[in-house]
């Protein structure tokens, strides 16, 4: 038996993490020197739809992320205060809240540019049980 290497799955996490947040640096064309607001629009968005969902719902789509990711996604969290109820204006207050930066398409833009570049590390049936916990005036900005 071939024991797996640590490492590499670090190493492989690290890889994931960059490329969805050079994503969302590219959505915007910012440069890799603004890699502080990619992270803080990455954990922003992360840590509310973490909080959005039922615990069940969070831990599976959890699951999928990189280890690196998964870790921004969990710090903090208190699984015995959630789901904490949001409509889609509450949501994207808290976006502009967590995101003090000014960027083109306001909060909107920035939840929909972090879970696009999510998705694509997210199993298309995750994704859908995402889309389907979100009360429908919120579901319309998740991609």
Same mark, same amino acid.
């Given at each position: 038996?071939?024991? @797996?290497?640590?490492? @590499?799955? *670090? ?78 204006? =509450? *949501? ?23 879970? =696009? ?11 859908? =049980? ?14």
């Amino acid at each position: 038996m071939v024991a @797996s290497n640590p490492y @590499s799955t *670090f190493e492989a996490s690290i890889e994931k993490t960059n490329l969805i947040l050079k994503d969302i640096e590219q959505a915007y064309g910012w440069p890799k020197q603004r890699r502080n607001q990619s992270y803080a629009a990455l954990r922003t968005v992360l840590q509310l739809l973490r909080d959005r969902l039922p615990v069940q719902e969070s831990v599976q789509f959890a699951a999928q992320l990189p280890v690196l990711v998964r870790g921004v996604y969990y710090e903090g969290w208190e699984p015995s205060d959630v789901p904490v109820k949001l409509n889609r204006e =509450d *949501f994207l207050y808290e976006v502009r809240q967590g995101f003090p930066y000014e960027v083109d398409g306001g909060a909107e833009g920035v939840v929909q540019t972090v879970l =696009d570049a999510l998705r694509r590390h997210i199993s298309p049936g995750e994704w859908g =049980d995402v889309r389907s916990t979100m009360p429908e005036d919120l579901a319309t900005i998740i991609p």
